[in-house]
């Protein structure tokens, strides 16, 4: 383990190389550089590889590419072995169509307590903007800036406090929000000793929730929640999710309902198995 490395950011994604063009290269642009990152690819084709190869040349971060067979939608399996293949004690899970503020990185470090997770939220770019934007908008920040939001079509509401630049109002608004903090896989971050003790996500979970079952063991297990969902930026590519379906929800369901109910603190379906 480097002993500069201060956090693994792991990125998950599927066949969607141009966004995660814009998401690495939001990352080239943090203003600390002592992390690492892990995209966790779910069996990607050539063209993800290509972009994480280019990405990696040009960067003086450490780029691991953590790769597994497109066999349906794994990305619990494939997440579990991202953190395997992390080298730091401080995990950062986010998503291959998150784009991150400068102070992304930093900010989670910053506000890091042991026996402590961190839950950040998104702010969501329209389909217009997302078509459109260009990694010159993100080197500029123009993407985290109201007034140039709403001047390309973006919505005036109050959702875009979650793109607030002062702490002060940031720490009011985490304290006032009634979104309970949880595991939200797009803007989370814990200790890494603390995902490893409740054995990593559970294999069995497609898609719809399954970020939520391994947060709601590690509360079981001691680990609190804290909301910092207008402290740690990201705005979220439009897209729609054609692989939502109701059998996979109903499973989740299921699964959570028993954790929930038995005060699970352990996977046997996990990083390790029986």
């Known amino acids: 383990m480097q002993s500069n490395l201060k956090a693994s950011v ?37 063209r993800t590889k290509s972009v994480i190869d280019e990405f990696s040349a040009n ?36 998503d291959g169509d998150c784009i991150a503020r400068k102070d992304f990185v930093a900010t989670h470090l910053n506000l890091r307590r042991k026996t402590y997770a961190l839950s950040g939220g998104y702010f969501k770019l329209n389909a217009s903007i997302s078509k459109t934007i260009t990694a010159k908008d993100i080197t500029q920040q123009n993407c985290f800036d109201d007034d140039w939001l709403i001047s390309k079509g973006q919505s005036k509401t109050f959702k875009l406090n979650k793109l607030t630049k002062s702490k002060i109002k940031a720490k009011l ?50 680990i609190k929640f804290l909301q910092v969902r207008y ?27 028993s954790t929930k109910q038995n005060k699970s603190r352990f996977t046997d379906f996990g990083i390790t198995k029986k």
């Open 173 to 222: 608004l985490n304290k006032l929000t009634p979104t309970k903090a949880t595991f939200d896989g797009m803007n989370v971050s814990c200790y890494k000793a603390d995902i490893l003790a409740v054995n990593g996500f559970d294999e069995r979970m497609q898609y719809g929730a399954e970020d939520r079952e391994v947060g709601e063991r590690m509360m079981n297990n001691g």
């Open 10 to 46: 792991i990125i998950s994604t599927y066949n969607q190389p141009e966004w995660l063009r814009l998401v690495l290269h939001s990352y080239s642009l943090q203003t600390i550089i002592n992390f690492e990152i892990i995209v966790a690819d779910d069996g990607s084709d050539e």
């Open 231 to 257: 402290s740690t930026i990201c705005v979220h590519l439009f897209h729609e999710r054609p692989y939502k379906n109701e059998a996979a929800m109903v499973l989740n369901n299921k699964i959570r309902k």
């Open 59 to 94: 960067t003086e971060l450490n780029v691991i590419h953590v790769w597994q067979e497109d066999d349906g939608f794994r990305k619990t399996k494939i997440l579990n072995k991202a953190i395997m293949a992390s080298n730091s004690h401080y995990l950062i899970f986010t």
